[in-house]
């Protein structure tokens, strides 16, 4: 495969942390559309992963292209997030003092420059756009409810709203069922799949339970690089893969 | 929010306040028991100047989460352009009748007028000054602050450093506003002796109808969409970072325009108090600012008002009553707040309903260990 079927393509990314390297010679590739599950022990360097494609992070040394020609490396975050790449947060994070309505609509892809929201005033389109994703996410009788308000599977589906609402290419969801009830974490598993119909999707995740659910091909990190690629049955029958996950 | 109802009522008492004073102290003889002397005029004019001053404070504080421990400085600079434009008018009535140099510049020894000085003698110029010199000052250092990033503490320790920096820079004789004695010995104002009770009268009204214009421009920027985003950056900065929205430039924005609101209330404020001197810059100053917002409610804006008001008054009161006590009571008076009322006056308020604009700010979650 080359550089340029791709969405996002990470060559050899290299982070170091005073000495400790949060990812070594990390690769990676995701298509157009597809939806991945990243799994590792703590450490593994899964969030590190997603600060550097977001532009928290900046590589020591690598390559993090974006649909084949942006060279993220040399992006901010909002940069970054207009190119089309949302992320959603280990922790929820929502704006708190906002109705879940106002939260979604701040998200809402749009101009982002002060002089427009200065003086910008909600319109059909916006609002119809609103609706749709509180039906999506399950919010619909929340939507006047204040953001700190909800409850932590709310919260955590608000903010999957709130991505939507940024319209991106690509999504990148951290432990997104961490704290969720066995019937949360299936509905959201049956949301992310729903999502991924029509964006490609990386989910970060401890629980083994849930990516089998996703039934997505699955990629193993350890100590800041691959160790294993494939369906969850072959990486969970990889020698190695059990030997870290078991063998500590 | 900033409801209608309590905006309206606001508004109706600064102003309606202002020229009710203002009439009791021109239209009723000075026997009367209804007559209001010039010296309340005077000081209610001051206090509603203050209140601009708060205002600014509340807004970067209350909605944009940047602590100021020097916006004192953007009032002072305000009040130097003024101050400046009402040296001009004295012309060949200062003690050495020099019709072009300020007394000061005469006894320094000053031949000519400093560059910086010409423009200053036209009202239009002056007024100018009044908005651009504050703002500029606010952008340059904004755009650098905020562009690095500088948050929290750091950025309140610079805030302070720069206000600072000017209370040193205008002690200085050669810096040509008069050191240490600042400007004074003002004489008319448009024509209008300032000393007149019929002008501080005007200026109380002028003064209220500025702070009211302020508090509906602020208001409309924090109920904008601007707002939302500027209270979303406040508590949770790098998650609008995320949704592609730039921290740096809203910040900036308010920033700005909090600097300009300052500074008109510092132009204002001048006239009326007849003196600038560079004490107006000393930290001191903006720390009281910002005890004023924090006791009126911080993030309501008219909380800031009220909070301007309360403390001032306390402030004429007690100073008179027992001098050497007053900084005590200010250091209690914000502990105080700080302890029983985190809310402010305006949180007293909103037990009967009336809801404040500030939560508690959430824990940046993103923020924890890089792996």
Same mark, same amino acid.
């Given at each position: 495969?080359?550089?340029?079927?791709?969405?996002?393509?990470?060559?050899?990314?290299?982070?170091?942390?005073?000495?400790?390297?949060?990812?070594?010679?990390?690769?990676?590739?995701?298509?157009?559309?597809?939806?991945?599950?990243?799994?590792?022990?703590?450490?593994?360097?899964?969030?590190?992963?997603?600060?550097?494609?977001?532009?928290?992070?900046?590589?020591?040394?690598?390559?993090?292209?974006?649909?084949?020609?942006?060279?993220?490396?040399?992006?901010?975050?909002?940069?970054?997030?207009?190119?089309?790449?949302?992320?959603?947060?280990?922790?929820?994070?929502?704006?708190?003092?906002?109705?879940?309505?106002?939260?979604?609509?701040?998200?809402?892809?749009?101009?982002?420059?002060?002089?427009?929201?200065?003086?910008?005033?909600?319109?059909?389109? &916006?609002? !119809?756009?609103?609706?749709?994703?509180?039906?999506?996410?399950? %919010? /619909? @009788?929340?939507?006047?409810?204040?953001?700190? *308000?909800?409850?932590?599977?709310?919260?955590?589906?608000? &903010?999957? !709203?709130?991505?939507?609402?940024?319209?991106?290419?690509?999504? %990148? /969801? @951290?432990?997104?069922?961490?704290?969720?009830? *066995?019937?949360?974490?299936?509905?959201?598993?049956?949301?992310?799949?729903?999502?991924?119909?029509?964006?490609?999707?990386?989910?970060?995740?401890? @629980?083994?339970?849930?990516?089998?659910?996703?039934?997505?091909?699955?990629?193993?990190?350890?100590?800041?690089?691959?160790?294993?690629?494939?369906?969850?049955?072959?990486?969970?029958?990889?020698?190695?893969?059990?030997?870290?996950?078991?063998?500590? | 929010?900033?409801?209608?109802?309590?905006?309206?009522?606001?508004?109706?008492?600064?102003?309606?306040?202002?020229?009710?004073?203002?009439?009791?102290?021109?239209?009723?003889?000075?026997?009367?028991?209804?007559?209001?002397?010039?010296?309340?005029?005077?000081?209610?004019?001051?206090?509603?100047?203050?209140?601009?001053?708060?205002?600014?404070?509340?807004?970067?504080?209350?909605?944009?989460?940047?602590?100021?421990?020097?916006?004192?400085?953007?009032?002072?600079?305000?009040?130097?352009?003024?101050?400046?434009?009402?040296?001009?008018?004295?012309?060949?009535?200062?003690?050495?009748?020099?019709?072009?140099?300020?007394?000061?510049?005469?006894?320094?020894?000053?031949?000519?007028?400093?560059?910086?000085?010409?423009?200053?003698?036209?009202?239009?110029?002056?007024?100018?000054?009044?908005?651009?010199?504050?703002?500029?000052?606010?952008?340059?250092?904004?755009?650098?602050?905020?562009?690095?990033?500088?948050?929290?503490?750091?950025?309140?320790?610079?805030?302070?450093?720069?206000?600072?920096?000017?209370?040193?820079?205008?002690?200085?004789?050669?810096?040509?506003?008069?050191?240490?004695?600042?400007?004074?010995?003002?004489?008319?104002?448009?024509?209008?002796?300032?000393?007149?009770?019929?002008?501080?009268?005007?200026?109380?009204?002028?003064?209220?109808?500025?702070?009211?214009?302020?508090?509906?421009?602020?208001?409309?920027?924090?109920?904008?969409?601007?707002?939302?985003?500027?209270?979303?950056?406040?508590?949770?900065?790098?998650?609008?970072?995320?949704?592609?929205?730039?921290?740096?430039?809203?910040?900036?924005?308010?920033?700005?325009?909090?600097?300009?609101?300052?500074?008109?209330?510092?132009?204002?404020?001048?006239?009326?108090?007849?003196?600038?001197?560079?004490?107006?810059?000393?930290?001191?100053?903006?720390?009281?600012?910002?005890?004023?917002?924090?006791?009126?409610?911080?993030?309501?804006?008219?909380?800031?008002?009220?909070?301007?008001?309360?403390?001032?008054?306390?402030?004429?009161?007690?100073?008179?009553?027992?001098?050497?006590?007053?900084?005590?009571?200010?250091?209690?008076?914000?502990?105080?707040?700080?302890?029983?009322?985190?809310?402010?006056?305006?949180?007293?308020?909103?037990?009967?309903?009336?809801?404040?604009?500030?939560?508690?700010?959430?824990?940046?979650?993103?923020?924890?260990?890089?792996?």
């Amino acid at each position: 495969m080359t550089e340029a079927d791709t969405l996002l393509y990470l060559d050899g990314v290299t982070v170091s942390f005073d000495g400790f390297r949060a990812l070594n010679a990390l690769s990676l590739v995701l298509e157009e559309g597809e939806m991945r599950a990243v799994i590792g022990p703590n450490g593994a360097g899964k969030t590190t992963m997603m600060d550097v494609i977001t532009g928290k992070t900046r590589p020591d040394t690598g390559k993090v292209v974006y649909q084949a020609g942006t060279d993220l490396t040399k992006l901010d975050e909002p940069a970054i997030a207009a190119l089309g790449i949302g992320r959603k947060f280990q922790k929820p994070t929502v704006f708190e003092p906002h109705t879940v309505w106002d939260n979604l609509l701040l998200a809402l892809a749009g101009d982002r420059r002060p002089r427009f929201s200065l003086w910008a005033k909600e319109t059909r389109a &916006e609002r !119809g756009r609103i609706e749709e994703i509180l039906e999506t996410v399950r %919010l /619909v @009788d929340q939507r006047g409810r204040r953001g700190g *308000d909800l409850s932590h599977g709310q919260k955590q589906w608000l &903010e999957i !709203g709130m991505l939507l609402a940024q319209e991106p290419r690509l999504l %990148l /969801v @951290d432990e997104p069922v961490a704290g969720m009830t *066995d019937s949360e974490t299936e509905q959201t598993a049956h949301l992310l799949r729903d999502i991924n119909r029509t964006r490609a999707v990386v989910v970060v995740e401890h @629980d083994m339970a849930f990516v089998r659910a996703l039934g997505v091909k699955v990629t193993v990190l350890h100590e800041g690089s691959v160790l294993s690629e494939g369906s969850i049955d072959h990486v969970s029958e990889d020698p190695k893969v059990i030997e870290v996950y078991l063998g500590r | 929010m900033i409801s209608q109802r309590v905006s309206t009522l606001t508004i109706v008492l600064v102003l309606g306040g202002a020229i009710l004073l203002a009439l009791l102290n021109q239209f009723t003889p000075e026997a009367s028991a209804v007559h209001v002397p010039a010296y309340v005029i005077a000081l209610v004019g001051k206090y509603l100047c203050f209140a601009m001053l708060a205002l600014a404070v509340d807004l970067v504080w209350g909605f944009g989460g940047i602590l100021p421990l020097g916006h004192a400085a953007f009032f002072a600079l305000g009040g130097y352009a003024m101050g400046m434009y009402l040296m001009r008018q004295i012309g060949t009535r200062g003690v050495y009748g020099n019709a072009e140099l300020p007394d000061f510049m005469v006894f320094l020894g000053w031949k000519d007028l400093p560059w910086y000085w010409h423009g200053f003698e036209w009202f239009p110029f002056a007024a100018l000054m009044v908005v651009l010199v504050p703002g500029i000052l606010a952008l340059v250092f904004g755009y650098l602050a905020f562009r690095s990033r500088v948050t929290g503490v750091y950025l309140s320790i610079m805030t302070q450093a720069l206000t600072y920096a000017l209370l040193l820079a205008f002690f200085r004789n050669d810096m040509g506003f008069g050191g240490n004695n600042g400007l004074t010995d003002f004489k008319d104002v448009l024509g209008f002796n300032v000393q007149a009770d019929s002008t501080r009268s005007g200026l109380l009204v002028l003064s209220a109808l500025f702070l009211c214009g302020a508090f509906l421009v602020a208001r409309f920027v924090v109920l904008s969409r601007f707002g939302k985003i500027l209270i979303a950056v406040r508590d949770t900065e790098s998650r609008t970072r995320f949704l592609g929205y730039r921290p740096e430039s809203y910040k900036l924005v308010v920033w700005v325009l909090s600097a300009v609101i300052a500074g008109i209330g510092g132009a204002l404020y001048v006239p009326q108090v007849g003196i600038i001197n560079p004490g107006e810059f000393s930290p001191a100053n903006s720390i009281e600012a910002v005890i004023w917002v924090a006791v009126g409610g911080r993030g309501t804006l008219v909380g800031a008002i009220l909070g301007a008001l309360i403390v001032n008054f306390g402030k004429t009161w007690f100073t008179s009553a027992l001098p050497e006590l007053w900084l005590f009571a200010l250091g209690a008076l914000f502990i105080g707040v700080t302890l029983l009322l985190p809310q402010g006056v305006m949180g007293l308020f909103a037990l009967r309903g009336v809801k404040p604009a500030v939560t508690p700010a959430p824990t940046i979650s993103e923020e924890e260990a890089p792996v």
